[in-house]
Structure formats: C-alpha cells, structure tokens
C-alpha cells in the first residue's frame, strides 16, 4: 500500500549546520509531495510542496525536489538557525480519486546556539 | 485572530464520558478535517467533508462521530471515550480544486481520557 517513510528523529544540529531530513514514498498514481512544520504548541503548518517529478518546492532557506525515479522527497537547509527548531513532516496528496492524504511520523529538529 | 481555532485546548475526561471537540475557521474553506496525532505516528484522518451536506469517513472513524453545523465549523464526538482515544486532535481546512491540496490546521487539542 501508500506509504511514507521519514527518518527517525531527533536530528540535533548546531546552528549554521546544513540539514537533510529523508522521505521516501511508496505510491500508486500521481501524488503531490509537501512538507509541513510544527512548531511547539502549535498546528502544522505548510512550508513546502512539489506537484510534479523533478519540481523543486522552496521556502524560508528551506528545499526539497520530487524524484520519482528515488521515489524521495528529502528536505534540505544549507544554514540552519535555532528558530528551525520544530518537527518536520513529509506528506503526500492525491488529487484524483477522492481524497487521500497520508503524513509521515515526523523528524523533530533541536538545533543548538 | 486565527483562522482556524479549536475548543477547547485541553480536556481531561474520564472512561465512558461524551465530549465533543468543536473546530472553527474563518478562512471561508469549504473543506475541512479531523485528524489525531499520537506519538512515531505521524497523523491519521478520522473524517472529512466537503462542504455542509457531505461527511466522509478516514482512516479511523471507528468511536468517533461528526457534525457540520455550518460551512464555518466542524465538531468531533467522542460518543464513549476510552484511554486509547489520548492523542492530540487537529482541525485543518482546505479550499477545493488544486488549491485544495495545502491543508490548514488548528493548533490543536490535546485530550486526555483517564
């Protein structure tokens, strides 16, 4: 079946420190690809979706490619600050066929001053 | 303001009570949905509708039940809740059509069933 795969947290990082968070995906159709944020005390919030394969989504330093051929998705920042300080979760999206949305456990992120 | 608001915040109840969670939006979505989120699981959908005459089933419906009074508002029914509905409950909202696929979410509630 669908599924998403993250890789397990907690990722500490000092800051300025470059961040990859994987996500791979096993998918029947054509599905949208997203990253969403949760900041402490709070809901999720999007940060950054690709449509498509090989569309890059960017957000806030933040960025992430749609590759199907790797069927992944994986988040990356070049400088990371403590305020990126969250959980990050990868989710896919299927436009057709009714509604379906499927999220991945999350990756909290402590980064350190 | 918030766009989409959740009351209450917290809650503590007991084994066999009725709650209910209610969800608000002023973002004029006609789509909204409810969601749990537990611990490693990332979140699960428990309903979902598409606009005042339309409720839909999630992933896990089972114990749980829903309202859409209005386009603006979307409540989740514990009928008899039981310990293994703790978790942190989400409303989020969306717009139809491609725009639709970008959810918003509530800041959550966070229950406890004793």
């Known amino acids: 079946g669908d599924s998403v795969t993250q890789m397990e947290g907690p990722v500490t990082l000092s800051e300025e420190a470059f961040l990859t968070i994987n996500c791979t995906y096993t998918a029947t159709g054509y599905p949208s690809l997203f990253w969403y944020v949760q900041y402490p005390g709070e809901g999720l919030q999007l940060l950054l979706k690709a449509t498509k394969a090989d569309d890059k989504g960017s957000n806030k330093g933040f960025e992430a490619t749609y590759r199907k051929e790797t069927t992944s998705f994986h988040l990356e920042k070049g400088s990371v600050q403590v305020s990126d300080s969250a959980v990050y979760f990868c989710a896919l999206h299927w436009r057709t066929g009714g509604f379906k949305t499927i999220f991945g456990a999350g990756t909290r992120l402590f980064v350190k001053a | 303001d918030a766009d989409v608001t959740q009351t209450p915040r917290n809650r503590i109840t007991k084994t066999g009570k009725r709650i209910m969670l209610e969800c608000s939006q002023t973002k004029g979505h006609d789509r909204m949905y409810w969601y749990r989120q537990d611990p490693g699981l990332g979140l699960r959908l428990i309903y979902y509708?598409?606009?005042?005459?339309?409720?839909n089933k999630g992933e896990i419906s089972d114990g749980y039940s829903v309202s859409r009074q209005a386009q603006a508002k979307f409540s989740l029914s514990l009928e008899s809740a039981i310990p293994n509905q703790t978790a942190l409950y989400f409303c989020a909202t969306s717009t139809s059509g491609r725009a639709g696929e970008t959810q918003y979410f509530g800041p959550g509630t966070r229950l406890l069933v004793l």
């Open positions: 509708s598409f606009d005042v005459k339309d409720i």
